[in-house]
Nanobody
Framework: VQLVESGGGLVQPGGSLRLSCAASGFTFSSYVMSWYRQAPGKERELVASIGSAGGSTNYADSVKGRFTISRDNAKNTVYLQMNSLKPEDTAVYYC?????????????WGQGTQVTVSS
């Protein structure tokens, strides 16, 4: 099982980035996918999640209207489009895959990608 994030980097305030998370080793289309982030000295927090078929999404209040989560089940990839970035968006961003079957929770994490918003 692998989740590999990419697309992070340094961007100026007001700029945009698109993160990708490529999945392998499991049935991607059966999993709810989420993006989390963790800033230095802070707890990891949920940024956005998307249902297995892509029909339902959920966002943290802090990113509503600026970030968009999407997925392509044919490519086993989930995306996070981040617009109007702010310095407080600076964090390591992680993707997570979750599925529950017959009472068993399956959960996988990527290694993270750094996003730095600074002038």
């Amino acid at each position: 099982v692998q989740l590999v994030e990419s697309g992070g980097g340094l961007v100026q305030p007001g700029g945009s980035l698109r993160l990708s998370c490529a999945a392998s080793g499991f049935t991607f289309s059966s999993y709810v996918m989420s993006w989390y982030r963790q800033a230095p000295g802070k707890e990891r927090e949920l940024v956005a999640s998307i249902g297995s078929a892509g029909g339902s999404t959920n966002y943290a209040d802090s990113v509503k209207g600026r970030f968009t989560i999407s997925r392509d089940n044919a490519k086993n990839t989930v995306y996070l489009q981040m617009n109007s970035l702010k310095p407080e968006d600076t964090a390591v961003y992680y993707c997570k895959a979750v599925s529950r079957r017959i009472g068993v929770l399956y959960e996988y994490w990527g290694q993270g990608t750094q996003v730095t918003v600074s002038s």
